[in-house]
């Protein structure tokens, strides 16, 4: 204990009397480094809870501004953040929750160029994006450096999360093998989502990433949690790895990073 000081002690007191965390599991906390894909409905409350969490170093990267429709349902950002950068909205309201946490801002769209330079520091990655190309560049930049992805997606009244974990379970690609086609799927500025939702879902990323730093419980690898609001229903599917998949299967086609720019463009949650 003697790595805390009195502050730390005093706050992180009701993880440090649960057995599964203690000083240790805490200090596990302090010195991961956890990198948030997006500012916005799935990454406001994972970014925050995991911040009172206590983990040490939190990447955020957006280079969107806070607009009022947001406000909706992106809880990290306020009337007085409209038209601020999301980062920097985030980072005011990270170190108003936890000033010890060290905050490192990527104010730029990720991209092949840039994936790889990015992702070298972090140990996992929280994907709260919502568009395919993104995901897609994700999941195939995360199996290509052995990187946990927390993946979180919402739509109208339905989210769903699962860890993608290379070598251990499936991957995105598993999934879903190509993008769909362009319109196919309306995005949540055209079909609408239940502000409270991605609450729910981007907690659920929250809760899967201290469990991995942790190393307790049972992680979402090969298991896909959905959630209907409407029903209140949780459900559960099992997922396997697709011996045939183009990134982590048994024989890879897809060994360099893909830019699916005709999608680009598609409005943010």
Do not use: W
Not at 52 to 80: P, T
Not at 145 to 160: A, L, M, P, W, Y
Not at 188 to 200: K, R, Y
Not at 226 to 252: H, I, M, S, T, W
């Amino acid at each position: 204990m003697s790595s805390f000081t009195e502050e730390q002690i005093y706050r992180y007191s009701r993880h440090i009397i649960l057995p599964e965390v203690g000083g240790k599991g805490q200090k596990k906390l302090l010195e991961s480094r956890v990198l948030l894909l997006g500012a916005g409905g799935l990454g406001s409350p994972a970014t925050m809870y995991l911040a009172a969490a206590g983990i040490g170093n939190l990447g955020i990267i957006d280079f969107d501004v806070v607009d009022m429709s947001n406000l909706q349902r992106q809880i990290l950002h306020g009337v007085e953040d409209i038209g601020r950068s999301k980062a920097e909205s985030a980072k005011d309201t990270i170190k108003s929750i936890n000033p010890d946490i060290k905050v490192t801002l990527y104010k730029e769209r990720l991209s092949s160029e840039n994936i790889y330079r990015i992702f070298k520091d972090y140990d996992i990655i929280v994907d709260g994006c919502d568009n395919f190309p993104t995901r897609y560049l994700v999941n195939d930049a995360c199996i290509l450096t052995g990187k946990t992805n927390v993946h979180g997606s919402i739509f109208r009244f339905d989210g769903q999360v699962t860890v993608f974990k290379p070598k251990d379970g499936p991957c995105y690609r598993c999934l879903y093998p190509e993008p769909p086609p362009a319109g196919l799927v309306p995005s949540c500025q055209e079909a609408g989502v239940l502000g409270v939702l991605p609450g729910i879902i981007g907690t659920l990323q929250a809760v899967e990433v201290i469990k991995l730093i942790l190393g307790i419980g049972k992680p979402l690898i090969g298991k896909l949690l959905l959630y209907n609001a409407l029903d209140a229903e949780f459900r559960q599917l099992r997922l396997r790895r697709d011996v045939n998949c183009p990134v982590c299967g048994d024989n890879p086609t897809i060994k360099e990073l893909i830019d699916y720019e005709e999608f680009c463009g598609i409005a943010r949650h």
